[in-house]
């Protein structure tokens, strides 16, 4: 006997003090939940608290960092956001990264030496070029065969990080290097810095793309087109729309945005191609793009407040919280900040099971 059910219903309009108020209180449940595992190793959690704060928001060389992290996130949140515009879950984004980074680096570290800025130009291309094919794949087998795109782009990430893995324990691996890094690319390649702030100019990339994006998804007949076919596939197949073309093209650019990522990375902070690069920035890209609500404004700020949570996770470390704690710390303040946001626009009720009040009625008339 069943004793009730969950029910879960979007809310039509969501009142200004409850999008103000849920994040606020779901993120302390996360610091008190994150407070009971600090205590446990031995720290005080508003040592621990400020401490993350600092590091991060208060002082400028806290803010350049939160930044510097927050950069590979806000393009791949905006990889991820273009996708989930159109219902296409993109999960993909680590994958294309890491192949963006794969052909975009095999071209700093091998390829002629062509004047400059031609030659950096050349690697932006290859790596939006790397990302996006990568992202094809997934987009035809959608297109023409209705192939999940989800399993097929998730896949498709353990091939890539592989593939990166393989070149750098291998054929790139720097000599005399014990870990798996490349050379480092020619010093005429490095994205200069805005001006002392050890910020790389790789954020003007990314924040361009922001505003590209939004423009060409808001004031555009592409992004209104895009937006019919996510309220309704069905509906804009009626209207003569070309959805097999927009799933193409909205893959595409996403993958490319994606690739992106790896150009900043190896051009403005790593300055080589290394295993792991993209460090699971494709899947926070998933987090970001969710909390942004898809937009690419507001991935700008998700992006550098989530990198001066990654930064300030990794300043813990220096008290001698375990690098564990540091990452469940992370995590669940995330989580937290996700909860906060399900609650701003569903409602979950439960709702007793009738079988049970049937049942005493049927006893009652037998």
Not at 113 to 141: D, K, N, Q, S, T
Not at 175 to 193: F, G, H, V
Not at 326 to 347: P, W
Request: net charge positive; with cysteine.
């Amino acid at each position: 006997m069943s004793i009730g059910t969950i029910q879960i219903e979007k809310k039509h309009t969501v009142p200004l003090k409850n999008k103000i108020l849920n994040p606020i209180v779901f993120v302390l449940i996360g610091l008190v939940f994150s407070s009971v595992l600090i205590i446990a190793v031995g720290f005080n959690p508003i040592a621990v608290y400020s401490k993350m704060l600092s590091y991060s928001f208060l002082n400028l060389r806290g803010i350049n960092g939160s930044i510097k992290a927050g950069l590979p996130l806000m393009l791949c949140g905006l990889s991820v956001s273009i996708a989930f515009k159109m219902n296409l879950n993109n999960i993909g984004a680590e994958g294309q990264y890491a192949m963006g980074a794969i052909l975009g680096g095999a071209f700093a570290l091998f390829g002629p030496e062509l004047p400059m800025p031609l030659r950096i130009m050349v690697m932006f291309l290859l790596c939006a070029v790397g990302g996006g094919l990568w992202a094809v794949i997934a987009a035809a087998l959608k297109a023409f065969w209705n192939v999940n795109e989800t399993i097929v782009t998730l896949m498709q990430n353990y091939i890539a990080l592989l593939f990166l893995d393989y070149l750098c324990y291998g054929p790139w691996m720097a000599k005399k290097q014990t870990t798996a890094i490349s050379e480092a690319i020619p010093k005429e390649m490095y994205l200069p810095n805005i001006g002392n702030s050890g910020i790389s100019t790789g954020i003007l990339v990314a924040l361009g793309i922001a505003i590209l994006l939004y423009i060409f998804l808001k004031y555009t007949t592409a992004g209104y087109q895009i937006e019919v076919i996510r309220n309704s596939r069905r509906s804009a197949e009626y209207a003569g729309i070309n959805v097999k073309k927009y799933i193409l093209i909205v893959l595409t650019i996403s993958g490319a945005i994606a690739g992106l990522a790896g150009f900043v990375q190896i051009t403005g902070i790593v300055h080589r191609v290394q295993a792991q690069l993209p460090g699971g920035s494709g899947y926070t890209g998933i987090v970001i793009a969710y909390l942004s609500r898809f937009n690419p404004i507001a991935v700008i700020i998700v992006s550098i407040l989530l990198g001066g949570l990654e930064n300030s996770c990794a300043a813990v470390q220096l008290m001698g919280v375990p690098s564990q704690i540091a990452t469940m710390l992370q995590g669940s303040i995330m989580i937290s900040v996700i909860a906060g946001e399900f609650f701003n626009h569903y409602k979950v009720s439960f709702n007793r099971n009738t079988m049970i009040s049937q049942n005493k009625t049927e006893g009652v008339a037998q």
